[in-house]
């Protein structure tokens, strides 16, 4: 069946340092891709998605790239701010409706 | 802009106990869904419906009931309670296309004791 890895948490770092959050994805056919956060007592909110191979979703200074050849779809920041702590979520949802979600890594920033 | 509603906020519950998390949207969203979430686990999803009178199991569904009456309310049963049932719970609903984002509701935690 359909599932997400997502690299273990947390992941510490200083205000302004590079970010990559590790996803990849096993699904058949031709799945969407999905990143969502977490804020500390809220829901998940939608922070980006892809729909087709080569797609890159973008949303607040985050990035991916949907990668079929490596089914791999990681999260990137150039430069993290204090307020991006939080637990980001990979997840994809294929042609049985149901969204699959990783186990999320949490994301802790230091001014 | 209501977006999806869930009530209570918090409940605790004595084992053997029965109760119902309400769940309610305002989006028109055919697709609706019951998560729970747990530490290291991430988001398991227990029950979800693609349309009135429709519901289907997730990949953990023992111990919960759901219905789908409306287009805008799923409510999550809760039999018998069980300490292993402590959980945040989240409700979640789409339009139907693979590539529709999930809304999230602000959660429920339940404890059993």
């Known amino acids: 069946g359909n599932s997400v890895t997502q690299m273990e948490g947390p992941v510490t770092l200083s205000e302004e340092a590079f970010l990559t959050i590790n996803c990849t994805y096993t699904?058949?056919?031709?799945?969407?891709l999905f990143w969502y956060v977490q804020y500390p007592g809220e829901g998940l909110q939608l922070l980006l998605k892809?729909?087709?191979?080569?797609d890159k979703g973008s949303n607040k200074g985050f990035e991916a790239t949907y990668r079929k050849e490596t089914t791999s779809f990681h999260l990137e920041k150039g430069s993290v701010q204090v307020s991006d702590s939080a637990v980001y979520f990979c997840?994809?949802?294929?042609?049985?409706?149901?969204?699959?979600f990783g186990t999320g890594t949490r994301l802790q920033v230091f001014p | 802009n209501a977006g999806v509603t869930q009530t209570p906020k918090f409940q605790v519950l004595k084992t053997g106990q029965s109760m119902t998390l309400q769940c309610a949207q305002d989006?028109?969203?055919?697709?609706m869904s019951w998560y729970r979430q747990d530490p290291g686990m991430g988001l398991r999803l227990i029950h979800y419906?693609?349309?009135?009178?429709?519901?289907d199991q997730g990949e953990v569904p023992n111990g919960y009931n759901v219905s789908r009456s409306t287009t805008e309310d799923f409510p999550l049963r809760l039999l018998s309670a069980a300490p292993s049932q402590t959980s945040v719970y989240f409700c979640?609903?789409?339009?139907?296309?693979?590539?529709?984002?999930?809304?999230f509701g602000n959660g429920t935690r339940l404890t059993v004791t």
């Open positions: 699904a058949t056919g031709y799945p969407s």
């Open positions: 979640a609903s789409s339009y139907g296309q693979e590539n529709s984002p999930l809304h």
């Open positions: 892809a729909t087709k191979a080569d």
């Open positions: 997840a994809l949802r294929g042609t049985t409706d149901k969204l699959i």
């Open positions: 989006m028109n969203h055919e697709y």
């Open positions: 419906s693609v349309g009135a009178g429709i519901t």
